[in-house]
């Protein structure tokens, strides 16, 4: 398959299940004197792959075949990193969680994963139905 479909949306999906993580591990330590809480980066490294460095919405080309027309730059792959915040202070005992902002951002997580889950039932079931329209009954 070299479809950006199964490209991007599985590593989109496995981004949003590692963030899922580090925000339920932010929450989990509210109360830890502390405590710095920690973001995953993706998307913004994903927007980079896609567009390259200059991220204006130019979309940069690559190669699907060996048969193509080579072109110089070759494009990083956007792998999930886990940094932590510190530069923000909440509180002062040093903990930097906010855990109305963090359980708003699992629920935006939630809302993105399951975009994109429900983007990539339709593309597979595209893909079942050009499969099994060529059959006869």
Do not use: C, W
Not at 22 to 34: E, F
Not at 50 to 64: H, V
Request: hydrophobic fraction near 35%; charged fraction near 20%; glycine fraction near 4%.
């Amino acid at each position: 398959m070299n479809s950006p479909n199964f490209n991007y949306l599985p590593r989109g999906m496995e981004a949003a299940t590692i963030r899922q993580e580090v925000l339920a591990h932010n929450i989990a330590n509210v109360n830890t004197p502390n405590y710095k809480k920690s973001n995953l980066v993706f998307e913004t490294l994903l927007a980079q792959e896609i567009y390259g460095e200059d991220t204006k919405g130019k979309l940069q080309m690559f190669r699907t075949h060996d048969a193509h027309l080579p072109f110089a730059n070759r494009k990083r792959i956007a792998v999930p990193s886990v940094e932590q915040d510190h530069q923000t202070l909440m509180r002062v005992d040093n903990n930097n969680v906010d855990v109305d902002i963090e359980m708003a951002t699992l629920a935006k997580n939630q809302i993105y994963f399951n975009a994109l889950a429900t983007q990539m039932k339709g593309y597979v079931e595209k893909l079942k139905n050009a499969i099994s329209s060529g059959q006869g009954s």
